[in-house]
């Protein structure tokens, strides 16, 4: 697997994306760590050449979750910590779109934490990418799930006293299934890392170092470049749980990104039982045409 990453990351570099840019600009701050991400994504998408309407982009609230809004395919905003309910809507309808979750650590490891758990448990074919800030930016910057335990916010003026969440151990004890972790200053491996998450069958979890330039003076571009080192550089074997897991809890002076951990079992669609019948979306409503064009009238 190491070696298939290094592969995908040579590929997409001559793949154009455009197909993949929406219309509307990102409003993120100059420098922003998202960009790396947008465009990882988009790149990954041109790599594994996906039609952009098979395409459904999630999201809950917060900078980063305004992503759906940049990128030409489906896009769904929903509420704060509630994006994988809502995928998981999404994808249990129609198993057969490509859904791609996106947000930030707050929205994902704080309000949504309950969800991110028992998304991973059961194993949807999901792929949940997430900015991990170390900060709430959106509201200007106080502490989130992920900060490290002594940063000063504005919420914490005298030093977090809390531990931050270990998102990677987590997943790996919560049954991920493909856990990843990238930075969005090497945005090609990192499109890589994204390529295999959706190729992945599964839930595939890639949590990003996407630094707030505005709002973490600490977590900056330069203090990850110090310390960030690919696993695959150092022959790390992405089938070996108990060695996933060690490196999971490795932060600090070096700090690992890249696969962590994969393993192919069956999905939770390929489980359901109400499958059986065919996909929710095949089914017929069980409404005539006029009932169901009146109920699509009240809705609009």
Known sequence: MATAVLDVIQEI?????????????????????DYGVLKALQKALAYLQIDPSQVVVVSGIGCSSNLPGFIRAYGFHGLHGRALPVAEGIKLANPRLHVVV??????????????FIHA?????????IVMNNQIYGLTTGQVSPTSMKGVRTKSTPYGNIEPPVNPIALALMSGATYVARGFSGDPNHLASLVAHGIRHRGFALIDVFSPCV???????????????????????DPSDFARAVEKALEFGDRIPIGLFYEIEVETYEDLEPAYKRGIPVDQPLGLSPEEGA????AWM
Do not use: K, S
């Open 294 to 297: 009146r109920l699509v009238q």
């Open 214 to 236: 505005t709002y973490n003076n600490v977590n900056t571009y330069a203090w990850f470049r110090q310390r960030v080192y690919r696993l695959e550089d150092e022959g790390h």
């Open 102 to 115: 996106t947000g930030g650590d707050g929205d994902g490891y704080g309000i949504g934490m309950g969800h």
């Open 13 to 33: 570099r001559d793949v154009p994306v455009e197909a993949y840019e929406g219309p509307v600009h990102p409003d993120w701050c100059p420098g922003c760590g």
């Open 120 to 128: 991973m448990r059961r194993n949807l074919d999901i792929t949940y």
